[in-house]
């Protein structure tokens, strides 16, 4: 049964610092990684999709990795700010066409 | 504009009282899925239909049940809730095969006392 795992469960940084989200995964028989935003009273809104043959994907100050070697994911956000402030979801696909999320990061962006 | 609409957004409600959470999609979607959240769990797909008149458990769908008598709809019903499906509760839909195009419902926090 695929498990994702999401690292630190919350973090707080000062606006302008670069900063790396973590998602691992158990397994790594996947042809997607997707990393989505939460915002409170909002649905979720998604970022990037990685396919399974990629390495990398950007968006903006947005860049995510994927190692399914290793089983593993990274969304890096470039020069944070306030408004990045959010949950973020990593997910994969798994059986029933249904998405498999991890627990999410809750990042705070503080002026 | 392209959505999922869920109603109602909030509710506050008392054990083994009958509810709905309805859900509409304006995509012609065939694929529509059911996911609540809780901290520390993340979220689980509760029931899925693969299109009208077909459903299949997700992997929490005790205490739920669906119906999809039309394309653009899936209702979550709640026969007799209890305080454990306090959560809130996603709706989603995407084409047939491709989860990484999923649209999702802004969500309905349902309490249940």
């Known amino acids: 049964k695929q498990e994702v795992t999401q690292i630190p469960a919350a973090l707080s940084v000062p606006e302008g610092e670069n900063l790396v989200l973590n998602c691992s995964f158990t397994?790594?028989?996947?042809?997607?990684l997707q990393w989505f935003r939460q915002d409170p009273g909002k649905g979720l809104t998604s970022l990037l999709l990685?396919?399974?043959?990629?390495r990398e994907q950007t968006s903006g100050r947005l860049n995510a990795s994927l190692d399914k070697s290793s089983g593993r994911s990274t969304l890096y956000i470039a020069a944070s700010q306030p408004g990045d402030s959010a949950t973020y979801l990593c997910?994969?696909?798994?059986?029933?066409?249904?998405?498999?999320f991890g627990t999410g990061t809750q990042l705070k962006v503080e002026l | 504009e392209a959505q999922v609409t869920q109603n109602p957004r909030y509710l506050i409600t008392v054990t083994g009282k009958k509810l709905t959470v309805t859900c509409s999609q304006n995509?012609?979607?065939?694929?529509m899925s059911w996911y609540r959240q809780d901290p520390g769990l993340g979220l689980r797909q509760i029931y899925y239909?693969?299109?009208?008149?077909?459903?299949d458990k997700g992997d929490v769908p005790e205490g739920y049940k669906v119906s999809r008598k039309e394309k653009r709809n899936f209702p979550l019903i709640l026969e007799s809730p209890s305080p454990n499906q306090t959560s809130l509760y996603f709706c989603?839909?995407?084409?047939?095969?491709?989860?990484?195009?999923?649209?999702f419902g802004p969500g309905t926090r349902l309490t249940v006392l």
């Open positions: 997910a994969v696909p798994g059986g029933g066409n249904k998405l498999t």
């Open positions: 397994d790594s028989a996947i042809y997607n």
């Open positions: 990685i396919q399974s043959s990629q």
């Open positions: 995509m012609n979607h065939e694929y």
């Open positions: 239909s693969m299109n009208v008149e077909v459903t």
């Open positions: 989603a839909s995407h084409p047939s095969g491709r989860t990484d195009t999923q649209y």
